[in-house]
């Protein structure tokens, strides 16, 4: 049972930036991740998904080129760095992982492909 643990997120204004991590309590190579988030009054949404073993990353259309996920493998820790910040970008943001790889790119951003998630992390970006 992979655990996965959140930290970073916070209060930023916007046009800031902000990084959150996730840590793993496995070989996160090994695991397809990918980062969510949830703001008030709205379903779930995925923003970023980075394969198991490959680089290969796919973004949904508001996190990209703002919004970078990345991997230690050393630490078997995620990263989702956030760039220009928006009011809109506030929400819980979750990170989630699924055991072996995952290429298909529509499946990549639903909520229910994923087996295992963070705790959620508060991010709240002011004007």
């Known amino acids: 049972q992979l655990q996965l643990v959140q930290s970073g997120g916070g209060l930023a204004q916007s046009g800031g930036s902000l990084t959150l991590s996730c840590a793993a309590s496995?070989?996160?190579?090994?695991?397809?991740v990918g980062w969510f988030r949830q703001a008030p009054g709205k379903e779930r949404e995925g923003g970023s998904r980075?394969?198991?073993?490959?680089?290969?990353?796919i973004s949904a259309d508001f996190a990209r080129n703002r919004f970078i996920i990345s991997r230690d493998t050393k630490k078997n820790t995620v990263y989702l760095r956030m760039d220009n910040l928006e009011t809109d970008d506030t929400a819980v943001y979750y990170c989630?992982?699924?055991?072996?790889?995952?290429?298909?790119?529509?499946?990549?951003?639903?909520?229910?492909?994923?087996?295992?998630w963070g705790q959620g992390t508060q991010v709240t970006v002011s004007s």
């Open positions: 989630a992982a699924r055991l072996g790889d995952m290429a298909d790119r529509k499946l990549g951003l639903k909520e229910s492909a994923y087996e295992y």
């Open positions: 496995g070989q996160i190579l090994d695991y397809t």
């Open positions: 980075m394969r198991a073993r490959f680089n290969n990353v």
